[in-house]
């Protein structure tokens, strides 16, 4: 946050009466600290009270009169008092102080907690004579703040929170559950206890980005639980800021891997055992993983295949539909019967066709394809020999039919022909 600029004052009458600076400010400061929204007070440097404007007796439920000339000590306890009398002393030093903690009691009795950001008032010599004081009403922080320790506490996920440094300053129970160390073996210990060096820098990366950017997803961490077990999680971080906006910290959900990648490697294992060829691509098409049988149909070996691009062995055109087949798979989750050439290591242009379901990520996004190749040479040859069988049958029914009708046209021939010779013998007879 950038410096608040400390206030020097054109005052009409600077000497008091010995207690301290009666201060009457210059016309713009009055304006600026009537019309703040927050509660804002000039108090000189014994604490007591020469200015406060209406939000202060909105906030304590006191009128203008009976908080002007009030020492703070009014309002707040002996210890915090101390406090405020020792954030002077640093306002004298330093020109501004932050941050600091007050609970007023307002005028029903309620305590309300408040923190205070002051800067030092001056005399035209430059001189502190006082300090012009903002405070901001915490009820709704602190409700916020107990709303969110109530969702981290009841969190399912292991949640915790953490300084800049890492020091965990608080985890919930599923934390615990997943170490294996209590709550208090935890706090206050640097997320370094649990983690190699090497992931230790790793988090201190995902830290700066949070920084940077607010969040940080699928960090890989490999804790080590109370019994000495590596537990594979991962660990996505969102910032958590201060008041004024800072980061100052983050607050990070981990996953259990240990399930999912038992999934993965049963997958992986019915993938690399699978009697088709299967293959796994990103959205973009590039080969993540191939079984031996890809291998075995198209004659390359996996290096020769793996973080290739699938448009290597295909047509641009045929590329066009597999991009098309992609996006069927990202809408509908699978994709059925594309058909895809591709050229073998020999040159051969071989015929398949391509069934796909989506590949997804631990959040159900689908980040690929799973594609299941079926190789058409054999069908297509037994579509050939059916096509030619067809053709040698249709060629011998053509052959059938002339050759009936030559039977057949020899046979009226000879129906004529008796039917001539018994005309003949009718006339002979007569």
Do not use: C, H
């Not at 559950?177 to 201190?204: K, N, W, Y």
């Not at 537990?231 to 971080?237: C, M, Q």
């Amino acid at each position: 946050m950038a410096r608040r600029p400390e206030v020097v004052t054109q005052p009409d009458v600077v000497k008091g009466d010995g207690r301290g600076a009666k201060w009457r400010g210059s016309l713009d400061a009055d304006i600026i600290i009537a019309n703040a929204p927050d509660p804002v007070f000039v108090s000189d440097l014994e604490g007591k009270i020469l200015q406060a404007n209406d939000a202060v007796s909105q906030l304590l439920g006191f009128r203008q009169d009976e908080v002007l000339e009030q020492s703070l000590s009014r309002f707040i306890s002996p210890e915090e008092t101390r406090e405020f009398t020792a954030a002077l002393r640093e306002v004298v030093e330093r020109g501004v102080m932050r941050n600091v903690v007050l609970n007023p009691r307002s005028a029903s009795g309620e305590v309300i907690p408040a923190s205070l950001n002051a800067s030092a008032l001056r005399d035209p010599n430059g001189k502190a004579i006082g300090a012009i004081g903002i405070l901001r009403d915490m009820r709704e922080l602190d409700k916020a703040r107990a709303y969110a320790e109530s969702l981290i506490e009841n969190a399912p996920d292991p949640v915790f929170v953490s300084d800049l440094e890492g020091k965990i300053l608080q985890a919930n129970d599923a934390v615990s559950q997943l170490l294996g160390f209590r709550q208090d073996e935890v706090l206050e210990q640097s997320l370094s206890r649990f983690i190699s060096p090497a992931e230790t820098q790793e988090f201190t990366a995902a830290l700066r980005e949070v920084v940077a950017r607010g969040v940080t997803r699928n960090a890989r961490l490999n804790p080590r639980s109370a019994s000495g077990q590596v537990i594979p999680t991962t660990l996505n971080a969102s910032a958590l800021r201060n008041p004024d906006g800072k980061v100052i910290g983050a607050i990070g959900i981990l996953r259990d891997m240990r399930e999912l990648d038992k999934a993965r490697a049963y997958a992986e294992s019915l993938i690399k055992n699978a009697p088709d060829p299967v293959f796994v691509s990103d959205l973009e098409g590039k080969i993540l993983q191939a079984n031996d049988a890809v291998s075995q149909l198209l004659g390359f070996r996996q290096d020769e295949v793996l973080e290739q691009s699938l448009s290597r062995f295909i047509s641009p055109e045929e590329t066009r539909e597999f991009t098309a087949a992609l996006r069927e798979v990202v809408e509908r989750g699978v994709t059925r019967n594309a058909r895809l050439n591709p050229r073998s290591a020999s040159g051969e242009v071989i015929p398949t066709t391509l069934n796909a379901s989506a590949l997804r990520d631990p959040d159900g996004k689908v980040i690929g394809a799973i594609g299941i190749l079926r190789d058409m040479r054999a069908y297509e040859q037994v579509v050939r020999d059916l096509e030619q069988s067809k053709t040698e049958l249709q060629e011998k029914i053509l052959d059938l039919e002339k050759f009936e009708e030559v039977v057949v046209g020899r046979e009226l021939k000879m129906i004529a022909l008796e039917k001539e010779l018994e005309n003949l013998r009718k006339k002979s007879k007569g």
